[in-house]
């Protein structure tokens, strides 16, 4: 009866403790996956590793350290860059961060990369670890330059000594094949198709282009950032969407206008980056209304309101489009 009893309330016990972890799971999926560009590759080349650590919900877990593998046999870390982006996956918010380490392959042999660890904080305040899946690699030796693929030795060949050697009374009597006036027909036919060739490839050179009929012009930045802009007043737009487009369209914006790289850059980020430029209070204002904005109903479930303010606001962040 006492085993029974422990028994009964051991199950309980699991059964109680799985059920937030079930509700947690409805409301966040983490992943973490690694990748490579390559699965050989000689000495001296270099690999890139791509690390993605995904969130999908409004779990708002953080990372704390990390990503990190451990370190390779046959590989030396030449370098490390990572950047995070939010975006749309089945009408739900997902929060990728993406690092990518550069390796330069040093000696050959069989190499697995990983698992990459990395440590985060969940909703609940506590830090976790997750790790990665595993990758192998081969470096072999680097191949040395040859124009024809390699050299083939052929041993010379000698005549079977059976054969007896020619007579020279029985060759006096022979005759070319073939009058010397051939050599010369030879070599007028392959000037003359030298020249044709020449002269269609000068004709294709020279000749007029035309353009066809009714081609679409493409159209510029400039258009295109303003095409996006009159998009977002769609009321039919939801509040993440609108703030999706607006996120992405004053970041696309900056990028093009200040020449960093605002598309991976977090708000704060843009916020300081923005505080070394020159640009007017009205500006810098706009950048942060905007993207705080977005960042609180992306983020964090906030109620959005003053559609048109916004985009009025964001219209000062458009390029100027040249006049024809």
């Keep these: 009866m006492k085993k029974t009893g422990v028994f009964f309330r051991t199950v309980a016990a699991a059964v109680l403790g799985f059920l937030p972890l079930a509700l947690c799971a409805q409301q966040e999926a983490i992943g973490l996956r690694m990748d490579v560009d390559g699965r050989q590759v000689s000495v001296g080349d270099k690999l890139t590793v791509t690390i993605e650590f995904k969130q999908i919900g409004n779990g708002n877990s953080s990372v704390v350290s990390g990503p990190s593998i451990p370190t390779p046999q046959h590989f ?30 040093t000696t050959t042999g069989d190499e697995t990369l990983g698992p990459a660890v990395l440590i985060y904080q969940d909703p609940a305040g506590k830090k976790r670890e997750i790790k990665s899946n595993v990758v192998n690699v081969t470096v072999t030796e680097k191949a040395g330059f040859s124009l024809f693929g390699g050299k083939k030795n052929n041993p010379p060949t000698e005549p079977p000594a059976d054969n007896p050697p020619p007579d020279e009374d029985a060759l006096r009597g022979l005759k070319p094949l073939l009058p010397e006036v051939v050599n010369v027909i030879r070599i007028i036919f392959w000037i003359f198709l030298a020249l044709l060739v020449a002269g269609f490839f000068l004709w294709q050179f020279f000749k007029p282009k035309r353009k066809p009929a009714g081609a679409p012009v493409p159209m510029g930045i400039e258009a295109q950032f303003r095409d996006a802009w009159k998009k977002l007043g769609n009321e039919d737009l939801t509040s993440k969407e609108f703030c999706l487009g607006l996120s992405k369209l004053v970041r696309e914006c900056l990028q093009y206008r200040y020449q960093f790289s605002a598309v991976n850059f977090t708000t704060e980020e843009i916020l300081r980056e923005m505080g070394k430029r020159r640009a007017s209070e009205d500006e810098k204002s706009a950048i942060e209304k905007c993207l705080k904005t977005c960042d609180r109903v992306l983020h964090a479930d906030g109620n959005l309101t003053g559609r048109d303010n916004l985009r009025a606001l964001a219209s000062a962040l458009l390029p100027k489009t040249p006049k024809s």
């Design 76 to 105: 030396e870390v030449r370098g490390q860059t990572s950047y995070t982006q939010v975006v749309m996956v089945n009408q739900q918010s997902t929060m990728i961060y993406t690092t990518k380490l550069t390796l330069a392959a």
